[in-house]
């Protein structure tokens, strides 16, 4: 069973970056076919995919947010680390880590889901 963590400051200052990590148990990054992702929702708003690292390292970014985003990994430690800079009180959202064995952008498509750490950017 696989099963994803997040980690990171639930607080993050205006125009500063935040940083989340989500790390895996149970099974490998590496895993071909498997895709690891970010996904976050607003307040009273729907689920929105951020973006995607997959098996090999390549990585998939929403167009709406891929000139703040940035995904990497560490293969070492099972991990795989989200950026977002510039924040502003509109990326204050619930945010979860996830995978899945096929490519999509759609929430519902992903199997293993972290908890989701609640961030809230505010000076």
């Known amino acids: 069973q696989v099963q994803l963590q997040e980690s990171g400051p639930g607080l993050v200052k205006p125009s500063q970056t935040l940083s989340l990590t989500c790390t895996v148990s149970?099974?490998?990054?590496?895993?071909?076919?498997?895709?690891w992702t970010w996904i976050r929702q607003p307040p009273g708003k729907g689920l929105e995919w951020m973006g995607a690292?997959?098996?090999?390292?390549?990585?998939y970014y929403s167009p709406s947010l891929k000139s703040r985003t940035s995904i990497s990994r560490d293969t070492s430690k099972n991990q795989f680390t989200l950026k977002l800079s510039s924040v502003t009180p509109e990326d204050i959202a619930v945010y979860y880590c996830?995978?899945?064995?096929?490519?999509?952008?759609?929430?519902?498509?992903?199997?293993?889901w972290g908890q989701g750490p609640q961030v809230t950017v505010s000076s």
């Open positions: 996830a995978s899945a064995g096929i490519y999509t952008t759609l929430a519902a498509g992903y199997d293993y």
């Open positions: 690292i997959s098996y090999s390292g390549s990585t």
């Open positions: 149970g099974g490998s990054i590496t895993t071909t076919s498997y895709y």
